[in-house]
């Protein structure tokens, strides 16, 4: 049959599909196993039409995140009432990008009921190409066989990070009663969702402060995982942590825009706005999250008992390979050599980080983002970043193959328990709060403030030229030494 073709018909989709059963056109009898059903009414799910080509294929419209056509590509649904072996062509149809990553190896991940790890499709089976059925756009085709009737499948762009997702981690976290976290509601949504803030610190007397955001484009996934993944170093036992605990406090906001995760949008908020292009002027009833936040910095920033030393935006790129950072461009060429010292310890320490994907600009189209107001408003002795991970996969140094990332390998929050995983903490978020104490140690050690003449700690070695940590072998060392420690760490990488 031929393909429908709707003026605007993709601009046109406001909702997602509800349990929609597609049968073949003219198909009046009882609905048939084999008669796949859709659905995307649930958290963080976007599905907004379903057209029927054959019994083998599917054409699938993203929904427009709300508000705003513009943006179209999160996709997240199920499928049900499949037939045994049942093979299936799904084409995504509407992607308003037409760089993705997919061209480069990407894949969708799937899960079932009685397989509920999501994993991703293999790339043999996923097709990205320019089609002349849908006026030459960008199409993305997967071929997929279900193999288990009684199962519901789950389809998305990229492992989902929901809005109930934080909320039960955070509940976690609290009743642990931890000493050094503190957990408060900032502020409310326009659909009245929580805006969380976490510190994390020993005490908080006068010390440098650093400040981290995540999910202001909601259909940016990875970046709660690589949040989480910080969170969840902070807390623990590790030596490492506990010494940035005793010289840092962390203020964390791991979700600025919990209305457009809940939706499903992409980019946008409830009301259509791409939060990260209105930092110099939120308001206070359309962006709430955003103008809580600024009012927070401002208000820090002007207190004189608080040095706030970063401010870092967690993102997810839709066609790049690894993590790395935008910063800032400023006239002073001292400032701007020290902006480029903190993405060039994470490219030293972690083998996913690129250096050379790293950029610094001040591009005029940027100027509403969080690390341009920011970089803007604070002092110049702090540090206002974007680090970017990507949706998909990362290369090491010196190698060809991409690594894709998993959800834990976005979080590796037992990276640090694992006796494995201690010879080789290989983390994005991770090496983010090691390397934390790396650069403010080296901040003091150059307004004088810390000694350069110490010895390394037992118990803890660091590897030269990688800044890993290897398993400890004897009891752990003192916070003092540790300190001490990290600034001898800097004198001899930097």
Request: hydrophobic residues 35%.
């Amino acid at each position: 049959p031929a393909r429908k073709h709707e003026a605007g018909g993709e601009d046109a989709l406001v909702g997602n599909v509800n349990k929609l059963m597609v049968s073949p056109p003219g198909y009046t009898g009882v609905p048939r196993k084999g008669h796949l059903v859709f659905d995307a009414c649930f958290e963080s799910g976007n599905l907004g039409r379903v057209d029927y080509i054959s019994e083998f294929e599917f054409d699938l419209f993203i929904r427009p995140d709300t508000c705003n056509p513009r943006f179209r590509v999160w996709f997240n649904f199920t499928v049900e009432n499949v037939r045994e072996t049942q093979r299936v062509i799904f084409n995504i149809v509407n992607f308003s990008k037409t760089k993705s990553l997919y061209r480069d190896g990407m894949s969708p991940v799937v899960k079932s009921t009685s397989r509920p790890k999501w994993q991703r499709l293999p790339a043999k089976n996923v097709y990205y190409y320019r089609c002349p059925d849908h006026r030459r756009n960008y199409v993305m085709s997967f071929a997929f066989c279900f193999d288990r009737e009684d199962d519901v499948y789950q389809f998305a762009y990229c492992y989902p990070y929901t809005y109930s997702r934080l909320q039960h981690y955070l509940a976690s976290l609290e009743r642990r009663n931890l000493p050094y976290l503190q957990r408060e509601q900032l502020g409310l949504s326009v659909q009245q969702r929580r805006l969380d803030l976490l510190t994390i610190t020993n005490s908080e007397r006068e010390k440098k402060l650093v400040f981290l955001t995540a999910r202001v484009h909601p259909g940016e996934s990875p970046a709660s995982f690589v949040c989480q993944g910080v969170i969840d170093f902070l807390v623990s036992q590790h030596p490492v942590a506990q010494i940035l605990r005793d010289h840092v406090i962390f203020k964390i906001v791991p979700m600025l825009n919990p209305d457009g995760v809940y939706l499903g949008n992409y980019r946008c908020s409830l009301m259509g706005f791409d939060l990260n292009r209105h930092w110099q002027d939120p308001s206070p009833w359309a962006h709430p999250t955003l103008h809580a936040v600024k009012q927070l910095i401002v208000q820090m920033n002007q207190d004189p008992r608080v040095s706030l030393e970063f401010y870092i935006d967690v993102h997810a790129h839709s066609t790049m390979l690894n993590g790395f950072m935008y910063g800032n461009v400023f006239e002073d060429e001292e400032r701007v050599q020290r902006q480029a010292v903190f993405p060039r310890l994470l490219c030293q320490n972690a083998p996913d980080f690129s250096f050379s994907n790293t950029s610094f600009n001040r591009d005029v189209v940027k100027a509403g983002t969080g690390r341009r107001f920011l970089g803007g408003l604070l002092d110049d002795t702090s540090y206002c970043y974007t680090l970017e991970v990507s949706f998909y996969s990362y290369m090491t140094a010196g190698s060809t193959a991409t690594v894709p990332y998993t959800e834990e390998t976005c979080i590796l929050h037992p990276a640090w328990k694992r006796k494995d995983m201690l010879q080789s903490i290989e983390s994005s978020s991770s090496n983010v709060v090691l390397n934390f104490s790396c650069l403010i140690l080296r901040e003091k050690k150059r307004r004088g403030e810390a000694s350069e003449e110490v010895e390394p700690g037992p118990g803890v070695e660091w590897r030269l030229g990688s800044g890993r940590l290897k398993e400890p072998t004897m009891s752990l060392f003192t916070p003092q030494q540790s300190a001490r420690w990290s600034v001898q760490i800097i004198n001899r990488d930097l």
